[in-house]
């Protein structure tokens, strides 16, 4: 089996089925996972908006 026999494949699949070969196929794929850093700075991001710290498009750009 290779790469091109599975392209071959996925262009011969059912339209109707190519949400079900995508799902399937998305279960092969390795996910990364957040570092601590990452996790931190969404806390971080999640509390600034509970109290309020937002900025408007305009105060960014200004």
Do not use: C
């Amino acid at each position: 089996m290779s790469r091109d026999t599975l392209h071959s494949l996925i262009d011969i699949v059912n339209e109707k089925e190519i949400e079900t070969v995508y799902r399937i196929l998305l279960k092969f794929v390795e996910e990364d996972e957040a570092t601590s850093d990452e996790v931190e700075a969404i806390r971080q991001a999640k509390q600034e908006i509970v109290n309020g710290e937002l900025y408007t498009h305009e105060e960014v750009w200004s």
